[in-house]
Antibody, heavy 123, light 109 residues
């Protein structure tokens, strides 16, 4: 069974950079056809897609966050990472990593999710 | 426009059928996926593609699409179905981008 686990800084000061890593275990990280994804959810609010990275290294970001987001991948460690710069209180959220199944251009379901990690932006 | 719209809240009597909708231009060219989120937990995929269920999802969950509106139907709602439900799809302006709906809170009475 595929498992994803987020790790990283839980408390970040305003204007600094949030850094999270997702470790994938149980298979498929080395396979094509998947988009390794970050999604966040502010407290009491809905889901927001941040971006994803393919095994090929192609990356796509949410246009509303693109100027502040960097994603990367370490295939040797079965990990992918998120960096979000110049954070404010509005970036306080539960951050999830997830696997997207790139079945076709008609659909992109996220079938496995990490448990999520709450990141708080506060001085 | 590049957004998905969901009704904020819906209620259903125990054992009855409920439909949760998701509306957006992107749904004219792509399928919606649906997620169930219980309080304090990560979302769980319940419907994807034309009308497919991941392993372990009860068959009372089904999906459909008509025009720019996707629907998640729960036939014979159970108490454990009370949760938040989110739809998502590819973006109609760029298929490499992703949209999420605002979510629907389902209450089972």
């Amino acid at each position: 069974q595929l498992q994803l686990q987020e790790s990283g800084s839980r408390l970040v000061k305003p204007s600094q950079t949030l850094s999270l890593t997702c470790t994938v275990s149980g298979g498929s990280f080395g396979s094509g056809g998947y988009s390794w994804t970050w999604i966040r959810q502010p407290p009491g609010k809905g889901l927001e897609w941040i971006g994803y990275i393919y095994h090929s290294g192609r990356i796509f970001y949410n246009p509303s966050l693109k100027s502040r987001v960097t994603m990367s991948m370490d295939k040797s460690k079965n990990q992918f990472s998120l960096r979000l710069s110049s954070v404010t209180a509005a970036d306080t959220a539960v951050y999830y990593c997830a696997r997207g199944v790139s079945m076709s251009l008609l659909t992109l379901p996220f079938d496995f999710w990490g448990q999520g990690t709450l990141v708080t932006v506060s001085s | 426009s590049s957004e998905l719209t969901q009704v904020p809240a819906v209620s259903v009597a125990l054992g009855q059928t409920v439909r949760i909708t998701c509306q957006g231009d992107s749904l004219r060219d792509s399928y919606a996926s649906w997620y169930q989120q219980q309080p304090g937990q990560a979302p769980v995929l319940v419907i994807y593609g034309e009308n497919s269920r991941p392993s372990g999802i009860p068959d009372r969950f089904s999906g459909s699409i008509s025009g720019n509106t996707a629907s998640l139907t729960i036939t014979g709602a159970q108490a454990e179905d009370e949760a938040d439900y989110y739809c998502n799809s590819r973006n109609d302006s760029s298929a490499n981008l992703v949209l999420f709906g605002g979510g629907t809170k389902l209450t089972v009475l």
